[in-house]
């Protein structure tokens, strides 16, 4: 089976180390490429996005500079699967050559307005819903040291998400899409196949997966399976 790069990109507040097992964890012929964020991990003491469209340039320039002529496919999750969705179209509107599949997780419909701003939560608050979240461990919530360097990066990412203009529409995606969601995930708008159906005028697959809004990491087996069987079959097709 021909070598595909895979990039992935995380949620907020995540830097791209929370996706170093899947280079284990998945098959030789995937090749994983982590998107280090403007302030997260390897990128740290650099400014936050302002907009989304600021952080999708970004990961548009990596992408072209990484990709070659090898085939690639896009992974997002949460936040990082909204960036996707916009990196997808950003492909389309530029004429690159389209990745063989995208993998949304995690996230709501494009079009959904947030049914709640966390970004404009006193910081009690905020740290108190992203525990029940499963977002940080209940050690970070006591570790003032971690919030004064952690929380306001974390905040910026929620801003990010929930202050952005959201499009009346969006044209049909002509790229292969795997929509991911929890079946216990509250956060998010339950996968609704007719409304993605519209964005994505090519295959678009349906995978519900046991576990709330982090079964990424919960359930990393079972996704790892999925992404690993979309791209045999591909393959065979």
């Known amino acids: 089976m021909n070598r595909i790069n895979l990039f992935t990109i995380p949620y907020a507040g995540g830097s791209a180390a929370i996706y170093n097992r899947?280079?284990?964890?998945?098959?030789?012929?995937?090749?994983v490429i982590s998107i280090e964020l403007a302030?997260?991990?390897?990128?740290?003491?650099?400014p936050p996005y302002l907009d989304?469209?600021?952080?999708?340039?970004?990961?548009y320039q990596m992408i072209v500079s990484k990709t070659g002529s090898s085939p690639y496919a896009i992974f997002g999750h949460s936040m990082g699967g909204l960036l996707a969705f916009e990196l997808a179209h950003k492909i389309q509107r530029r004429g690159f050559y389209k990745p063989e599949h995208v993998f949304l997780s995690g996230m709501s419909m494009p079009t959904s307005k947030r049914k709640k701003i966390y970004s404009a939560l006193d910081d009690d608050h905020f740290i108190h819903e992203l525990v029940?979240?499963?977002?940080?461990?209940?050690?970070?919530?006591?570790?003032?040291?971690?919030?004064?360097?952690?929380?306001p990066i974390i905040r910026a990412d929620f801003s990010l998400i929930e202050n952005?203009?959201?499009?009346?529409?969006?044209?049909?995606?002509?790229i292969n899409v795997s929509i991911l969601s929890g079946?216990?995930?509250?956060?998010?708008?339950?996968?609704?196949?007719?409304?993605?159906?519209?964005?994505?005028?090519?295959?678009?697959?349906?995978?519900?997966?046991?576990?709330?809004?982090?079964?990424?990491?919960?359930?990393?087996?079972?996704?790892?399976?999925?992404?690993?069987?979309?791209?045999?079959f591909q393959s065979e097709s």
Request: charged residues 25%.
């Open 183 to 232: 079946t216990a995930d509250l956060t998010t708008d339950q996968a609704d196949s007719v409304e993605w159906s519209k964005l994505c005028g090519r295959e678009c697959s349906f995978y519900p997966i046991n576990g709330g809004h982090f079964f990424i990491h919960s359930e990393e087996d079972s996704l790892l399976n999925i992404i690993s069987r979309t791209f045999q």
């Open 164 to 174: 952005r203009s959201i499009p009346h529409e969006y044209p049909a995606l002509t």
């Open 52 to 59: 989304i469209e600021s952080a999708v340039d970004d990961i």
């Open 132 to 151: 029940l979240l499963g977002a940080t461990p209940k050690e970070f919530a006591e570790n003032k040291e971690l919030i004064e360097l952690f929380l």
């Open 22 to 31: 899947w280079k284990k964890e998945l098959q030789p012929y995937i090749n």
């Open 39 to 46: 302030g997260k991990g390897t990128r740290f003491g650099e």
